[in-house]
């Protein structure tokens, strides 16, 4: 493959992963697409194709007719039912069992995620288990009890006491409260069950036979599939597990198995749980490729590296392993000193975690392709040499060359983000409710974000000030502002508009105006039309280009008299689901449709980025919208 060719591809790759930031499953088939052209082994173009028949698969969920069901799963805040082959989301905290046939009241309502460029889709993850609906139930009785082998087990652990119980709930069955969250990569995505049968094989495998052994693991895993209830992770173990037996060679066993999967889960590839089995299973890869390849599943999932987690992941995950043998042993023994182990697993991950850097990848992969059109992945030391890159680049926040704004989609609030290119300055103003807190600090993560020069608190409402606490602890904020004074530092210079200090608290919200890569924005906080009216008698020619309207949208804001003066070219609405106060206003959306005046709203959209180029300005939003602004 020629370094012209390489690089062409490798820009249209990066082009894409920087707009869009999603299906991260076509970065693999792009991976093998060119893998294909270079080692010219056409027969894997099938597997191509069989991807994107298995993953691109639409769905027409009817509306559910049913309002009992089976309980088969549980979480801290919700369950799911389940009726002949439908399933449904029920929010309750109600103390139900697995396996027992339950009855409520309720509206179906399609389930719903927070749209962001890095936030967890929860629509998408229920959506690939099968799951479209969620109901809200207003009672909720029990049928009949279940006596099931799963609901002996929990109620076993029901009788420990609340700290062991919360252990155990979390590592057997992945029930957690929110602030737990030991185990998390392994326990969230099943790989916790499959660690569990890799540990019982590193301690027989010197003491049995190896076909005694294959046989036992074979029974133990059909054992857990039924327990489980048939989950993806196990049942993708047990189908290649099984194909042992049929002799076939390593590319036929992992062509048939991997398509096997696919069938039964066609949403599996997007799962961490398929892509990192895939990358030990394939033969030919190097150790030393292998951990790059893991570098970058790592920050694509979690917006980080950790070098040290990468060498030591067999250990990792062999004493994830063991933290499962053990809590079922609990069960047996209730003396076994569960809380101990899973000290001692929390402690290595806060060491190991002094060694993460933050930062999703969205320039890792032009890099990735760009080296390996220069022939670095034959040697060992090149392959490390990318690692190091990678790290480095991560680590400077070089992976984010251009400046940008960021409107936040956190919900009923508000925050924004000013970023200079590669890092080198950072504003945030306004921080959203505390609720939200993980879509703001996901963002920031994704972006290499380890240090705030000026966080501005335009007031102190709880949906635009309830994270400052957070973002002190967990980032190096090194100014805070909430007086009315015009911030100048280097490239960036925000002047503040509202003079007024009397009155309501939104009538003394600070209102920021700047100009950047050519475009002037407007930052109107929650001032109202009183606000509004101070500022144009004071500031008569105020214009601008993009305009965050005042108050999420309300109608005590956005006067006519303001948006004739002002005249944006687009008006931004920061607002969020289910509010009481129903933001942005109908009367409010109008007046701006009136002077044609283009709108958008964080909770239609999600996050909007505007990113300066070298000739202008890119308008993305998290669903796919995209806009050039002169």
Not at 27 to 49: E, N
Not at 525 to 538: F, V
Request: charged share 20%; aromatic share 16%; hydrophobic share 45%.
């Amino acid at each position: 493959m020629s370094l012209k060719y390489s690089f062409f591809l490798s820009i249209c790759l990066y082009l894409f992963l920087l707009l869009y930031q999603f299906n991260y499953f076509l970065i693999f088939i792009f991976i093998s697409i060119l893998v294909i052209l270079k080692t010219k082994d056409f027969k894997a173009l099938f597997f191509i194709f069989s991807l994107f028949y298995f993953v691109v698969n639409p769905t027409n969920p009817t509306l559910p007719t049913f309002h009992e069901g089976k309980v088969i799963e549980i979480k801290e805040n919700y369950i799911i039912v389940k009726n002949k082959q439908e399933k449904v989301l029920l929010y309750t905290h109600a103390g139900v069992i697995y396996d027992e046939m339950v009855s409520y009241e309720g509206e179906y309502q399609k389930i719903e995620s927070d749209k962001g460029f890095y936030i967890f889709n929860f629509k998408q993850y229920m959506n690939s288990n099968g799951v479209y609906y969620s109901c809200y139930p207003v009672e909720l009785h029990r049928i009949n009890e279940s006596h099931s082998l799963r609901s002996k087990v929990l109620k076993r652990i029901n009788t420990f006491d609340e700290e062991r119980s919360a252990y155990l709930k979390k590592i057997i069955f992945n029930i957690h409260r929110e602030e737990f969250n030991t185990l998390e990569i392994f326990t969230n995505n099943g790989l916790s069950l499959t660690a569990l049968l890799y540990f019982i094989r590193f301690i027989l495998e010197k003491i049995i036979r190896e076909k005694t052994l294959n046989n036992l693991l074979l029974s133990l895993n059909f054992f857990l599939c039924i327990f489980y209830h048939f989950p993806f992770v196990l049942v993708q173990y047990f189908i290649f597990q099984l194909l042992r037996y049929f002799h076939l060679n390593h590319r036929t066993s992992i062509g048939i198995g991997y398509l096997i999967v696919m069938y039964l889960y066609p949403s599996s590839i997007t799962k961490i749980s398929f892509i990192i089995p895939l990358i030990y299973r394939i033969s030919g890869i190097a150790k030393e490729k292998r951990f790059l390849y893991l570098s970058l599943i790592q920050s694509i999932f979690f917006h980080e590296i950790c070098i040290l987690k990468l060498f030591f992941f067999k250990v990792i995950f062999l004493y994830s392993g063991f933290l499962s043998f053990a809590a079922w042993l609990n069960l047996l023994i209730r003396n076994v000193p569960i809380n101990s182990f899973l000290l001692i697993y929390k402690r290595l991950n806060e060491f190991l975690n002094l060694f993460t850097v933050k930062g999703n990848p969205v320039g890792i992969v032009f890099i990735l392709f760009l080296l390996c059109s220069l022939n670095m992945l034959r040697t060992k030391k090149g392959i490390y040499t990318i690692t190091a890159v990678f790290y480095i680049f991560l680590y400077l926040g070089l992976f984010h060359p251009f400046g940008e704004v960021t409107f936040l989609n956190v919900g009923q609030g508000s925050s924004l983000l000013i970023r200079a290119p590669f890092n080198t300055q950072n504003i945030l103003i306004d921080t959203g409710k505390e609720k939200k807190y993980r879509n703001l600090q996901t963002y920031l993560d994704s972006k290499s974000i380890t240090s705030i020069d000026h966080l501005i608190i335009t007031h102190y409402d709880e949906d635009h000030s309830g994270n400052i606490d957070h973002l002190v602890t967990d980032y190096d904020v090194k100014q805070i502002h909430d007086s009315k004074v015009d911030i100048c530092d280097r490239n960036i210079n925000l002047y503040q508009l509202n003079t007024k200090n009397d009155g309501d608290i939104n009538d003394n919200s600070l209102v920021f105006v700047t100009k950047l890569n050519r475009l002037n924005y407007l930052f109107m906080g929650d001032a109202t039309k009183i606000s509004e009216k101070q500022i144009l008698k004071e500031f008569p020619n105020l214009e601008t280009d993009i305009l965050l309207a005042g108050h999420h949208g309300s109608k005590t804001s956005s006067s006519k008299e303001f948006i004739e003066t002002v005249k944006p070219v687009l008006a931004i609405f920061s607002s969020g689901n289910y509010s009481i106060y129903h933001h942005p206003s109908v009367e409010v959306v109008q007046l701006f449709e009136k002077y044609k005046i283009e709108t958008l709203n964080t909770y239609d959209v999600g996050d909007i980025t505007i990113l300066f180029l070298p000739l202008g300005n890119l308008l993305v939003t998290s669903t796919y919208e995209i806009f050039f602004l002169i």
